[in-house]
């Protein structure tokens, strides 16, 4: 399929583009200043070119790794970090982040509603695998958000104090719900509110899609533990796969524990010649996410322009990279992931149909075009088949290219079949 926009197609782009071009200023001050942050992390660890071979079996002694997880601790703010292949997915960094900060009989409270969809069956809030957390013996308990989507501090306060409480986990981005994604000053905040009245619990963010969206990362706020994917913000679209976590040091290394075998922890874990594209992915992340951040403020306008509710609105803050809309009925919502799908690099010619997928409750229809299987800091597109048939868009290597993405989905919109 061309890019041979009908007048149509081509009137809403000239209208989109003259409204967002004003908000990509502050995108870039962002991307600046978070570029800095990276770059000095690199230099203070001494990068050097001998940390891309890699090594195997066992992979002890394996200084690129060392020095990349040195490197993700400073930048989320933390004493330690992890930044792995080993960790295969953020859901991955997050169980083990979580079940090496909980001790069977304790608690883990959720204080900003139901968590993301795969993180459901890890508790056992679905499901009934082996070694959830429910047969571990770990409780779960989750504080609703407000009327409005907000963060029910009063709620949290009081929900938090209980001693068996042994982490409280606060997530950065919606997902799948209608709930504000957070700021960091929100996050802030909400660490406050649980140290008020806990001293001994670990503060958890799931910090996926918001890393270098602002200037301030959770462990600068009061977070004791972070995870998040590679696939998404922090792997810069080069990273082939992995996840992090990052945070105090025994809370890092009890994860690490987990996430090989207890004993071995942070030690081993071979990196198989993956080093360089987990440095070099993370090195240009920060001006990635302002190649998404641009695509999705786009997104946002030619959905207004065309009459549909975006949130958040093409004018506004964001705390993340995710763009929602609601399309109210099925049919659109196909299409708009048709669009994404047909203008993407990858996969252009398949047709996405809705199906079932391993960890999620309903039927999903997913546009991945992508050069990394299911990486959403590519353009992509996913939606639960579930009222009010919300697309969640994100990601875009090049704001060029998310563009031309977003332009694809209006004329499958507009003028597709
Ligand atoms: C994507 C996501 C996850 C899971 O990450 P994967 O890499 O897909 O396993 C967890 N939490 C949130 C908020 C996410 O957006």
Redesign the pocket.
């Known amino acids: 399929m061309s890019f041979d926009f009908s007048q149509r197609v081509l009137d809403i782009d000239s209208k989109a583009q003259e409204m967002t071009a004003p908000l990509f200023q502050r995108i870039d001050d962002i991307s600046a200043e978070n570029t800095k942050k990276v770059l000095a992390a690199f230099q203070r660890h001494r990068v050097s070119d001998t940390f891309f071979a890699g090594t195997t079996g066992y992979g002890y002694n394996d200084r690129g790794r060392q020095a990349l997880d040195n490197i993700c601790a400073d930048i989320f703010g933390a004493r330690s970090g992890l930044m792995r292949v080993g960790l295969i997915?953020?859901?991955?960094a997050?169980t083990c982040a979580l079940f090496g900060a909980l001790s069977p009989g304790q608690t883990l409270l959720y204080a900003t509603g139901t968590p993301?969809d795969?993180?459901l069956s890890v508790i056992g809030v679905t499901g009934n695998y082996h070694g959830s957390m429910k047969q571990y013996g770990i409780d779960y308990a989750e504080v609703p958000v407000t009327e409005t989507g907000l963060a029910d501090l009063k709620a949290i306060k009081s929900a938090a104090a209980f001693e068996k409480v042994g982490v409280v986990a606060i997530?950065?981005?919606r997902?799948y719900s209608a709930r504000a994604s957070l700021t960091a000053g929100e996050i802030g905040e909400i660490c406050d509110t649980i140290r008020s009245v806990n001293a001994h619990a670990a503060i958890f963010v799931?910090n996926?899609?918001g890393e270098f969206v602002e200037l301030l990362e959770p462990g600068d706020v009061g977070a004791d533990l972070i995870a998040g994917?590679l696939?998404?913000n922090p792997g810069g679209g080069l990273a082939p796969a992995g996840?992090y976590i990052a945070g105090r040091a025994d809370l890092v290394e009890n994860a690490a524990m987990r996430m090989t075998a207890p004993g071995l922890g942070s030690e081993a874990g071979a990196t198989l010649g993956s080093n360089r594209y987990l440095y070099q992915g993370l090195f240009t992340a920060p001006h990635t996410v302002a190649q998404a951040m641009k695509t999705a403020v786009f997104c946002a306008a030619c959905m207004d322009i065309m009459g549909y509710s975006a949130y958040p609105a093409w004018d506004t803050v964001r705390p993340d990279i995710i763009q929602r809309i609601e399309f109210g009925e099925p049919d659109s919502l196909i299409k708009f992931c048709r669009g994404i799908q047909r203008g993407g690099p990858v996969d252009s010619f398949v047709t996405p149909e809705p199906s079932d997928m391993p960890g999620y409750e309903s039927q999903i229809i997913m546009a991945v075009g992508g050069f990394v299987q299911?990486a959403?800091i590519e353009l992509s597109a996913d939606g639960p088949m579930r009222e009010p048939y919300a697309a969640y868009m994100q990601g875009g290597l090049t704001f060029e290219s998310g563009r031309l993405g977003i332009l694809s989905a209006v004329r499958e919109m507009l003028e597709g079949g």
């Open positions: 997915s953020g859901t991955h997050i993301y795969t993180l997530q950065r981005s997902g799931d996926c899609y994917s696939i998404k996840g299911g959403s």
